[in-house]
């Protein structure tokens, strides 16, 4: 089952930065952070993960709370391609990933 | 490299049918999953393999569906009978196991397989 929650929706005008917060206050230790999206119509890609350090790649920047109880999806100028349905799941030790409901991003033109 | 390959694309059936969907993976990536996923859901985890051994098929429904990844490669999901409530996108994703590199154990989904019960 997932273990994250997830805002079921937001939105952002087009050109400005988006925060993505996601809680996952049971994390264990070996737990990684995945960020996936789903474009409509598409399977699911990936974003970013991390473990304990803020990371940042082409596609986004990935905060990971000091405690490891939350992190936040960065994408610094959202575009109208940006537009989907955003996972935020924890990687076990079994290498499983459940997916919650994710966060249905809206970019406003 | 060649992305994660399903077939078919869409399949249309009539309840107590059966069905099945193909998946091949990324050429050597060790672990093979299998999700459902209903209109307006998340992906639900049916089974993970890692080779051709079983990881977790905890929600696998197993009285109607079945799955096999022989050889370790390519993988066949069955669903014997089908039901109404079958009806969801199949997709099919595959990870290395690899300790380096940015594509260590991330998720490589195929475009999925699109099942419709009447």
């Known amino acids: 089952d997932a273990k994250t929650t997830q805002p079921n929706s937001m939105e952002s005008n087009e050109e400005e930065p988006v925060h993505l917060p996601c809680n996952h206050s049971t994390i264990s230790g070996t737990d990684y952070i995945h960020w996936y999206r789903q474009l409509p119509s598409q399977g699911p890609e990936y974003v970013i993960h991390?473990?304990?350090s803020n990371v940042n790649n082409r596609m986004a920047s990935l905060a990971i709370a000091e405690d490891r109880k939350s992190s936040t999806l960065i994408q610094h100028r959202a575009t109208l391609r940006d537009a989907a349905v955003y996972y935020c799941?924890?990687?076990?030790?079994?290498?499983?990933?459940?997916f919650g409901t994710g966060t249905s991003l809206t970019v406003i033109p | 490299e060649a992305g994660v390959a399903q077939s078919p694309r869409y399949k249309i059936i009539e309840k107590r049918q059966s069905v099945a969907f193909w998946c091949n993976p990324i050429s050597g990536h060790a672990t093979l999953y299998w999700y459902q996923q209903i209109l307006g859901q998340g992906p639900k985890l049916l089974i993970q393999?890692?080779?051709?051994?079983?990881?977790?098929d905890s929600q696998l429904p197993k009285d109607r569906f079945s799955a096999e990844r022989l050889k370790g490669v390519d993988s066949t999901l069955k669903i014997q009978p089908a039901k109404l409530e079958d009806s969801a996108v199949y997709l099919c994703a595959s990870s290395s196991l690899r300790a380096q590199g940015r594509g260590a154990n991330v998720l490589t989904f195929g475009a999925g397989s699109r099942l419709t019960v009447l």
């Open positions: 991390g473990l304990t």
């Open positions: 799941i924890l990687r076990e030790a079994g290498n499983q990933f459940y």
């Open positions: 393999f890692q080779n051709n051994g079983v990881v977790d």
